[in-house]
């Protein structure tokens, strides 16, 4: 009878150390997994990004650009970049850990890739194509910049300074000037290409995010075009301080129904200039939503509310996905390319 009671002892010790470690898994797992207002505010950052492509012949000056446009030439093309060609553009990211259960961000943050993707246009038939467009485009604008000037120059012969509008004119004469020589030496550069011979073509990627431990320059980990998301991590792979990583729940939620989103609301009407480098913190402040997406995962109010990149909760706390071009997308479609 004593050695029956010594072993049920023993179960009973045995049961309650298994329900403890069953509690303190339950325990960790919701504190992992689920996650208060203030840590899905801390979640987001700003991100900016600025997107420009380069051509590169054996001799003579390089050619910025900003991509192909319908008819087949070169968008905003130039020999130096300037404010209209390095435009930003700002969307939101979320600061992601890799593994579940494991704090294992490493300076990591998911966005929405940048519209523009590559392209395979500038090679062999198409790179000519491209040249000769581009080319009589700017001869085009060329005729029309210089007929703009002589009207100008024609009006300053006439009057003095003392009539009205005078200066003004004549600021706006000096400015053509300007743009007939930038336009003269860019078509000259670009019938120096040979049209056989395509030159080296790039895209360039500069992004900086911002958070409220300050700015940060990021470089591209990771791109999947087909599901429009890229992977930034930080340039000495350390999570900034303050932010708040998240892992996505382990099973499948539905897209549909009432969720939470944390996002900048009006990014879209902020102006376009670059982010500071001195500045403190960020020009909105990151809130949750509530937001209850239709059966189509299409979020009601698209981007003018909730930009791109901006992650998705239940109404729990359980980071579940995340919103591209208006649309909620479920995380396991992104947990195999973390």
Known sequence: MKQKRNWRGKGVRWVAA???L?????????WHFFYSREEMERSVALVECIRYETLTPTSGQQVFFAGIGPDSSLVLP??????TLMRPHRKVGWWVNRYPLIPSCHGTLLTEAPSGSWHDTLSGKGWRQVRLRTIQNLEAEHRRMKKQLTEMEEYLRVHSVQDEGYTDIAERALQQ???????????LQLRRFSPDVPPVHRVHYIYKVMTAGGNFVMKPRATDTQQGWVLLQTADEQTPPGVQPLSPLPWAVATKGEKLVASYPGLLFL????????????????????????????????EVLFPGGSPVFTPTG???GWISDGRFISHPVLSDKL
Do not use: E, N
């Open 318 to 320: 359980g980071f579940v």
């Open 18 to 20: 298994v329900c403890l």
């Open 22 to 30: 069953l509690a303190a898994a339950a325990m960790y797992g919701w």
């Open 271 to 302: 102006p376009s200039h670059p982010l500071a480098s001195s500045a403190k913190k960020a020009p909105v402040q990151a809130v949750v939503i509530p937001v209850h997406f239709r059966r189509d995962s299409i979020c009601p109010s698209g």
């Open 177 to 187: 000037r300007g743009s007939v020589a930038r336009t003269a030496a860019l078509l």
């Open 78 to 83: 130039a020999l130096a970049p300037d404010s």
